[in-house]
Each structure stands twice: as C-alpha cells, then as structure tokens.
T-cell receptor, first 108, second 114 residues
Framework: AQRVTQPEKLLSVFKGAPVELKCNYS??????LFWYVQYSRQRLQLLLR??SRESIKGFTADLNKGETSFHLKKPFAQEEDSAMYYC??????????FGAGTTVTVRA | DTGVSQDPRHKITKRGQNVTFRCDPI?????LYWYRQTLGQGPEFLTY????????KSRLLSDRFSAERPKGSFSTLEIQRTEQGDSAMYLC????????????FGSGTRLTVV
C-alpha cells in the first residue's frame, strides 16, 4: 500500500523567510514523488518531480529514502507562493496517491 | 489545445438524480484519470483509462458510478441516483504513458447534491 502524509495543514511565513513543507511517504518499492501546487482559482498543476532534480520557482525537493521523506523547500518565500501544496507518490504505475495538502500563506 | 477541459464547472443536483460530467484530455495523452476531492483532502483515485480501455476502478467507486472513454478521446463520468455523500470536486487528468512526467489536471467539476 502507498501512503503520503503531510503533517502540516497550514503554514504561515513572512516574505523573505525560508519555507519548508514536509512530506513523508510509505511505499515498499522505489517511488516517484511529485509536488503539485494549486494557486487561488487555478487548477492543480505540477510543481516539480524528484526524478528531474530541478528547481522550479526557487523550490527544491530532495528524496530521502532513508527517512522516506520528500520535503519541499524554498530559501526566500514570496507572496506569490501562497497556495495549496500537495505531495504525491506514484509506485511507477499510473496512479497517484496524494497527501491531504498544506496551505501556505506568505505574509508581507 | 489548451489543456484538459472539464464540463460543467459546477453542478447542483437533487438527491436521486443522475448527473454526467465530461472531460476532454490533451490530445496526445493516451492516459486519462478521474479523481475525486473532498474538502480538506487530497485527490483520490477513482478510475483510469488507457486509450478506450478502462483498466482500473477504485473500490471508492460504487456501482452507481460509471465512466466511459469512447474512441479513446473524451471521457464521461456518470453518477446515478446521486447521494449527498457524492458532493465533491471531480477532477480529470491526462498523461503520457511515462508516469515520470506527472499529470495535467483539468479545472474540475464541483458537484453539490442537495
């Protein structure tokens, strides 16, 4: 069974402060991990995927297989980062298992 | 092609009525998915098509739910005899065969059963 846990429902940070969204997963094989973001009144969209090791909008995420985590980080939060963030896992097939999401509010 | 389109955006229906939602995926994507999202939760998998074949149906999907994807293009999700517990956002997504690229989601259809 695959499971994704996002322990924080809400996260509030000041503009310019670092932000870290936690994601822990449970999966027996080699997962593919993703972060999706949903801005206000917009559709859910892919932010980044672990396999590409890319940085999008200043965000990075490292897959830590030992700790079964895939935390999302940004060194300096911006107001436009305020959104709902979902961590998601694929077991290599077609299904995604999503966490419950974290609402990030960046205050001026 | 402007992405994944879903219609309608909102649907309010009386309990016991049937409703049907439509999804038009990105044309070159051969995989199409339906997910359901309730308040405070992430999306939950309902069903999946590869081309016109429905390859998996979640246990979340009761017999009142049916999905089709004729000719491997658009898909419809029908809910018969709706119940208040069916109220949710129904999301459609499509992808290429390689999962590593993730999904492209539509804007969703918000269903309210009164």
């Amino acid at each position: 069974a695959q499971r994704v846990t996002q322990p924080e429902k809400l996260l509030s940070v000041f503009k310019g402060a670092p932000v870290e969204l936690k994601c822990n997963y449970s999966y027996s094989g080699s997962p593919e991990l993703f972060w999706y973001v949903q801005y206000s009144r917009q559709r859910l969209q892919l932010l980044l995927r672990h396999i590409s090791r890319e940085s999008i909008k200043g965000f990075t995420a490292d897959l830590n297989k030992g700790e079964t985590s895939f935390h999302l980080k940004k060194p300096f939060a911006q107001e436009e980062d305020s959104a709902m963030y979902y961590c998601a896992l694929s077991g290599g097939d077609y299904k995604l298992s999503f966490g419950a999401g974290t609402t990030v509010t960046v205050r001026a | 092609d402007t992405g994944v389109s879903q219609d309608p955006r909102h649907k309010i229906t009386k309990r016991g009525q049937n409703v049907t939602f439509r999804c038009d995926p990105i044309s070159e994507h051969n995989r199409l998915y339906w997910y359901r999202q309730t308040l405070g939760q992430g999306p939950e998998f309902l069903t999946y098509f590869q081309n016109e074949a429905q390859l998996e149906k979640s246990r979340l999907l009761s017999d009142r739910f049916s999905a089709e994807r004729p000719k491997g293009s658009f898909s419809t999700l029908e809910i018969q005899r709706t119940e208040q517990g069916d109220s949710a956002m129904y999301l459609c997504a499509s992808s290429l065969r390689e999962m590593t690229y993730g999904y492209t989601f539509g804007s969703g259809t918000r269903l309210t059963v009164v």
